[in-house]
């Protein structure tokens, strides 16, 4: 029957013998064995495979969709292979219901393979900060985490108000390829600022000298002053002072008790209030050094005009 499909495999198939001279002879029936091979079938469509996460393996993954010439199913080829963080493309296998009379095809299709989230068992806690600080100046302390990684605030430039507020931390993996970051929020106590008081003062003289600007304007608004006068600050304030090179008849030494010094002359005193503080802008008074009269020489008898001049380190009239 030369029209019959036979099975995989090598059966033994009809085959008849004819004569030419079919007058005289009769035909003869016989069988002969014949190889017949698998068929592969045919592949239009691929399957789409579900995004996983790093960690697990391709049988976590579903796979959607495909189109074969026969019936058949799609399954992944090595379904234990637990591949990278991104896309991949994987090994994907056809194999065909009649597995008898059709060979498995392979293929392959991509993957997402997501980050994973770190479990974070114990958030850490914080240290205690003063008002007008920022999270940064809070020491994170402990938390606990499935992989190694590290806490930090989320904005450490942050400066909460004052009392119990809840602020937020991030936990970063080491493996940050692999493992994506975890957000959540930790309490920080804000104490109130400790205020200190700054005292200007002047010597030589004692008073009245103008020392502006000062910089910045303290917790009550002020800022420039004549000495002595006094200024309140929070721990940690820094301030600028700057003292005028000459006032009245007094010219500007050096200032004392400052952190450091800078402008002209040092005329800038910069400290940092953290106590009660004290700085003094010292000054020296001008004085005369000698007078001249001229001219040195006058004749018996006649008018003369004389002129004093007066020496020292300020202007007199």
């Known amino acids: ?12 198939e009809g085959v008849t013998f004819t004569p030419s001279d079919t007058t005289d002879y009769n035909t003869v029936a016989g069988s002969v ?29 579903t796979l959607s969709g495909g189109t074969a010439s026969v019936p058949g199913a799609f399954s992944w080829t090595t379904s234990t292979t637990a591949p990278a963080t991104g896309i991949a493309s994987q090994g994907v296998t056809f194999t065909a219901t009649d597995a008898t009379d059709y060979n498995t095809v392979a293929g392959s299709t991509n993957v997402t393979v997501n980050k994973a989230t770190p479990a974070v068992s114990a958030w850490p806690t914080a240290s205690a900060i003063t008002s007008g600080q920022t999270l940064a100046s809070s020491t994170l302390t402990g938390g606990s985490a499935s992989v190694p990684g590290s806490f930090s605030w989320t904005t450490p430039a942050t400066v909460p108000p ?46 009245g000298i103008s020392i502006s600007p000062v910089s910045p304007a303290d917790n009550n608004g002020a800022s420039a002053g004549t000495t002595p006068f006094t200024r309140t600050y929070s721990s940690g304030t820094q301030v600028t002072l700057s003292a005028p090179l000459s006032d009245n008849s007094y010219s500007f030494v050096s200032w004392s008790g ?13 400290v940092t209030v953290s106590a009660n503080t004290t700085v003094t802008a010292n000054y020296n008074q001008a004085g005369i050094s000698s007078i001249t009269v001229a001219p040195s020489t006058a004749t018996i008898g006649a008018q003369q005009q004389f002129t004093a001049t007066v020496h020292g380190t300020a202007s007199y009239s």
Do not use: H, R
């Open 1 to 12: 029957t030369a029209t019959k499909a036979p099975g995989a495999g090598s059966p033994s």
């Open 33 to 61: 064995g014949v190889m017949v091979s698998k068929a592969l079938p045919g592949i239009s469509a691929w399957p789409t495979a579900s995004a996983i996460t790093f960690g697990q393996t391709l049988a976590s993954s």
């Open 162 to 207: 004052a009392g119990t507020t809840s602020e937020g931390v991030t936990f970063t993996p080491t493996d940050a390829t692999d493992y994506a970051t975890v957000a959540s929020t930790v309490n920080v106590t804000v104490n109130p600022a400790v205020a200190y008081t700054l005292t200007v003062n002047s010597a030589a003289p004692s008073s």
């Open 258 to 270: 400052c952190a450091s010094t800078s402008g002209s002359g040092g005329i800038n005193c910069n």
